[in-house]
């Protein structure tokens, strides 16, 4: 993985919205102030510009996708991580945020769940379109070869909460785009980007996801299936900052993601961004040590969004918030990682 002078990270797709809040970390910069930048003002009044903000915004849901660039010099490249799970919606999102796709050249999927995953095909297939309108290859689709049929999750009852099935590879290749299935760490962009295997399991506390069950085949039985193997996340590494880590749900344990992408650098790590997947009574029980373990790791920032929970998210801006090291992560944030100097 080599070290990148810049990285820029656009949440496309996240389960809250927020463009009011204030933000103590320079780092990121609120989806409002995006629009300012990119739009002209609507009036101007006694010399004063007024932008009209609120009609350019986001639209939150239960999903994640984050859009990254890495730039060395003047080469930058970018890979989108996970589509969420409405086409419509990524595509709307990124239209407001003034996406231009066809610079994407690789969607990076973090495990196959709906809400990552929904948004396949028609947003790869935009994509194909947008780059083969400028002359550009076809994207890449990075995906793990263990594709369930579809899973969910079993409530104490014994009914399970269905996920929709998961998109096809046939589905995808339809699009135009290259499928690529990998299994094993690898680099991604050049080595702008590196996409992890399966994630080691070192903690004794992140167990997998209760409940969860998984179906490989249309007319099969759901197995129980906690431990989801096909996860994986993407990092990158800064130059004088460390590795960011970007894991969409964390079921393999933000802690055990955190703690293998920090293996990569010896500059520690930099940003913890994604799903930590600490919602509901079962998993909240994990929240004191996933704190004090991220304590220990000491990234620059915790971003947790999507599927944290709210409780979590408490926990974590009480031990993190107090020195600038907590930033939420909501649709039409960005954040900006800078080489010092």
Not at 110 to 120: C, K, L, P, R, Y
Not at 159 to 182: F, I, S
Request: aromatic share 6%; hydrophobic share 40%.
């Amino acid at each position: 993985m080599r070290e990148l002078d810049e990285l820029d990270l656009l949440l496309v797709v996240d389960n809250e919205t927020d463009t009011l809040s204030s933000i103590d970390n320079a780092e990121q910069s609120p989806e409002s102030r995006g629009i300012l930048e990119r739009f002209e003002p609507t009036e101007v009044v006694d010399g004063q510009a007024h932008t009209n903000v609120f009609g350019h915004l986001c639209c939150a849901c239960h999903g994640f996708s984050v859009l990254a660039t890495g730039r060395i010099g003047d080469e930058s490249r970018t890979v989108l991580f996970d589509v969420g799970p409405y086409s419509e919606i990524w595509l709307a999102n990124a239209e407001r945020l003034g996406v231009d796709l066809s610079l994407i050249e690789a969607v990076f999927l973090s495990h196959w769940h709906w809400d990552h995953s929904g948004g396949f095909p028609d947003v790869v297939d935009a994509i194909s379109t947008a780059r083969a309108s400028v002359g550009l290859a076809p994207p890449i689709v990075d995906l793990h070869p263990n594709r369930p049929t579809q899973r969910g999750v079993r409530v104490p009852d014994g009914q399970v909460l269905l996920l929709p099935p998961e998109p096809t590879l046939e589905e995808l290749a339809a699009t135009g785009a290259e499928v690529a299935l990998n299994s094993q760490a690898h680099d991604i962009a050049d080595g702008f980007f590196f996409g992890s295997g399966e994630i080691p399991r070192v903690t004794n506390f992140e167990t997998g996801l209760f409940g969860h069950v998984t179906r490989t085949a249309a007319d099969g039985a759901f197995e129980d299936d906690p431990l989801i193997l096909d996860e994986r996340y993407l990092a990158a590494r800064v130059a004088g900052r460390g590795v960011t880590v970007l894991s969409a749900c964390s079921h393999a344990g933000v802690i055990n993601a955190a703690t293998s992408a920090n293996l990569l650098s010896n500059d520690g790590l930099d940003l913890v961004l994604g799903g930590y997947h600490l919602a509901g009574a079962t998993m909240e029980q994990r929240i004191p040590q996933t704190v004090e373990a991220l304590r220990e790791l000491a990234p620059r920032l915790v971003a947790p969004g999507h599927c944290t929970g709210w409780r979590a998210k408490a926990a974590l801006a009480h031990a993190f918030a107090s020195d600038d090291r907590y930033a939420p992560s909501v649709v039409g944030t960005r954040y900006r990682l800078v080489r010092p100097g």
